[in-house]
């Protein structure tokens, strides 16, 4: 079975810093991959996602993701961090079944911008 | 997202009461998800729906029943409620395969069972 996992539950960076949130993923097959991020009293928005076009993806507000096969990771990154960047962020790794496909989510990383 | 809705979006219950949340969707996608949300464990996936009348179950189903009796509404109902199922619930829906597609999110509903 697809799982990922998200290293740091917490990351606190300084404003105009490089982001850097971390997720590997564990996949038998070829994976499909996906970052959310969710604001508060919100519900999750994707922010970007690899389906084996291209191996670095770009995503809404700045964020990026390289996926990386040797070291099963695909890291979100933002060169400059701006305060309105702050809010839970999530991996996610898509599987299919017989019934159709679903996400298996990480356990979400929450990243605190200080000015 | 103004194409799906949840409902309630708080609700507080007694223990042992049955609950139902309601998810709709305007899209008229063939997928639909329920998830709750809860501290350190990021989104669990409790039922999911692949068409109408077809449901299927997903990591943490104990508890939880759903039906879909057509597309546009997923309904997920806690047989008798308990503190455990004290959480944030999600719905989701998607138009196919994931990796073109991915999920649109409601706003989610906060259940307190007490």
């Known amino acids: 079975a697809q799982s990922v996992t998200q290293l740091g539950s917490h990351v606190s960076v300084s404003e105009g810093a490089l982001v850097l949130l971390r997720c590997n993923y564990s996949?038998?097959?070829?994976?499909?991959l996906f970052w959310y991020v969710q604001y508060p009293n919100q519900g999750l928005q994707l922010l970007l996602k690899?389906?084996?076009?291209?191996?670095l993806v770009k995503g809404i507000n700045g964020f990026e993701a390289e996926f990386k096969k040797s070291e099963t990771s695909f890291h979100l990154t933002k060169p400059s961090a701006h305060m309105s960047d702050a809010a839970e962020y999530f991996c996610?790794?898509?599987?299919?079944?017989?019934?159709?496909?679903?996400?298996?989510f990480g356990e979400g990383t929450q990243l605190t911008v200080n000015p | 997202d103004a194409g799906i809705t949840q409902s309630p979006r708080h609700k507080v219950t007694e223990t042992g009461t049955p609950v139902t949340l309601r998810c709709h969707q305007t899209?008229?996608?063939?997928?639909m998800y329920w998830y709750r949300q809860d501290p350190g464990h990021g989104l669990r996936l409790i039922h999911y729906?692949?068409?109408?009348?077809?449901?299927d179950k997903g990591e943490v189903s104990d508890g939880y029943s759903v039906s879909r009796s057509k597309t546009e509404d997923f309904l997920l109902t806690l047989e008798s409620a308990t503190s455990s199922q004290t959480s944030v619930y999600f719905c989701?829906?998607?138009?196919?395969?994931?990796?073109?597609?991915?999920?649109?999110f409601g706003s989610g509903t906060r259940l307190t069972v007490v």
């Open positions: 690899y389906t084996s076009a291209a191996t």
């Open positions: 996949s038998s097959v070829p994976p499909y």
């Open positions: 899209e008229n996608h063939r997928y």
């Open positions: 989701a829906i998607s138009q196919g395969i994931l990796y073109n597609y991915g999920y649109t």
């Open positions: 996610a790794v898509s599987s299919q079944e017989t019934s159709g496909s679903r996400l298996t």
């Open positions: 729906s692949y068409g109408v009348k077809d449901t």
